[in-house]
């Protein structure tokens, strides 16, 4: 593979611009890193008031270095910075590390300063990583590189590392080499000038020595292009995600129910799950599910057994698997008297198997041989308290053979050592053999779920958005109708005639103003029939008492009629006049929204509750475009799934049409940008097809209008 970054990972010279020989500098920590860790090339020490630095001759400036010089890092301070990275470009270094801080992170004449950074540097063609960074490493031995500050080296590994936060980097490189996690490269891209994580997940994808990406973000530069790469890129190698900044949204304030519900972080949550990636909540977590996927297996489903030597620990990591959605299945008979034959009657050969205090390596092994070859299992968690009497190492040993003689090895087995102080012995060997060995048991439930959920990432087929034949031009005559008007929203009928012309199943209805228009509206709809007050300002109908439903006659619609103008008029409202409905009974209450992030563009809802979707929350986001798989994704993901199907003898809803009107409305908003925010609430599912019976929709400019067009 050869690649502009190839610069940054293999570089045969590196010159270190702003050595120091004071100890407690950065300056001086890269060369000593460089050093001590046994990079395999040449380092230039840079520093015009000093001779040698670290031992090794220095230079005054870049210029005055005899040989070539292919990476450049740089911890000037700012001002010299822009300097030395022009010297740099002639010199002809193909690239740079720039440690030093003081540009876009600062604002104001820093924001200016890295403008400049990135000017210089692309007149070289330089490619450039940072600023305010803490650097790069490559564990690779043929290059055994740490050109970061860090105090500690990682061992060598499959895993890559990318970390937007420098203060982040030292924490995930000192955890790394705690636990014995092997890393294969890492680069800190601080304000990401030129270099981005984008970049690194497309170099990574190609490059061998990584199986598992890693990355702490703090922000998506661009969303797009990271989606369509990690859409590819986790088909072979899986990409764990941790985002900081994690909140459950919900906080923006908008009018819509989409709009209340979504956040940046259901965004990024959605985005995540439509390419693959998973998602840690912290770094522990991205270790945890980092560890189990460099050498093990991914299983082919989520039944777990669990062989332990204590109850209490088979207990708490069977809850902890069950609460990640894995299941404690039933062992088969056949395994479970393979197991009784074995073990003392005091033992329990039911899953969680527990072999009581008195188990041996031996028992580890005979155990762990059994649930392995039980066709219900898909994976095993091996678990053992400090046992008396025996050597854990002996225990961890017994784990690691039965790991490496399984052909085929397509089980993972992972560990839980639930030492006392410290890590518990036997973790190393557990470790070097490549079984991931956990302290606690959510670490290793956590891990084994993210695992399952890459299969069904794996296993799901790639599909693109369906097309359907819609009248986009009348959608469009609506839209810029209201806008002429001067409207930041769509009237009640003109929202359900959008749908229609989409193709979305609408509920029979008419607007009128009289009674006369309302008795014959009813009549056309055919009773019973629901009657509501549309008014421009109000959202909720419900909550001002303007929504009466199931009139079963004349007689009652003439009295609704009077009713609901008398008491919208009494509470001021400017009524626009009387929608008039067909009363679809029977149908379960589903939600279908939109809104949209300024970063990430439309966001697709799907939820249970009609008017309680507030307080339910029970709702799925998916980013637009959706194909079917997401959108049926949606569906499955809710909590209340199982409402959606056959339950308590009333028959499963339609699932085929709530998801075509899901990407249906995906394209609506992709053809028509101007469509800000939408909800379909309720739209009513019934076991044949699907009803929208109220829709808001919401206007922004139009696509082509921009702020700078105007006067
Ligand atoms: P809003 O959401 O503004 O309060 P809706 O038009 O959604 O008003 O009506 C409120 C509730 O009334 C719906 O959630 C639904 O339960 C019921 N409803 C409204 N229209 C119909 C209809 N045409 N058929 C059956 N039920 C309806
Ligand atoms: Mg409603």
Redesign the pocket.
Known sequence: MTSSLDAFFQPRSIAVVGASRRPDTIGYQIVDNLLRHGYTGVVYPVNPMASAVHSIPSYPSVSDIPGTVELAVIVVPKELVLDVVDECGKKGVKALVVISAGFKEVGGEGVAREARLAEVARSWGMRVVGPNCMGILNTDPAFSMNATFAPSMPPPGCTSFMSQSGAMGVTILDYAAEYGIGIHHFVSVGNKLDLSGNDLVEYWGQDEGTRVMLMYLENFGNPQRFTTLARTMTRTKPIVVVKSGRTKAGARAAASHTGALAGVDVAIDALLAQCGVLRADSVQELFDIAMALEDQPIPAGNRVAIVTNAGGPGIMIADACESQGLEIVELSLDTQTRLREVFPAEASVRNPVDMIASATSESYRLALEAVLADPNVDAAIAAFVPPLGVRQVDVASSIVGVYRSRKPADKPILAVLMGRHGLPEGRAELRDAGVPAYTFPESAARALSAMVHYRRWLERPVQEPAHFDVDREAAKAILDGARADGRSSLK?HEALRLLEVYGIPV?G?RLTTTLDEARDAARECGYP??M?AVAPG??????VG??R??IRSQEELDGAFGDLIRKLGEAGVDLEGI?V?????G?R?TVIGMSTDPAFGPILMFGLG??YVEALKDVAFRLAPVAEVDAMEMLTSIRGARLLEEFRGESSVDRAALVETIQRISQMVLDHPDVAELDI??C?AFPSGV?A??C?VTIGPHPGATIDSQP
Do not use: F, M, W
Request: glycine share 6%.
């Open positions: 009640e509920v209805h029939v629901v509501k109000v959202v909720h109908k419900t909550d303007a929504v439903v199931d929608l409905q067909r009363y679809a009974s149908g209450e009609g008017i609430n309720p009513l009803l019976v109220d808001r």
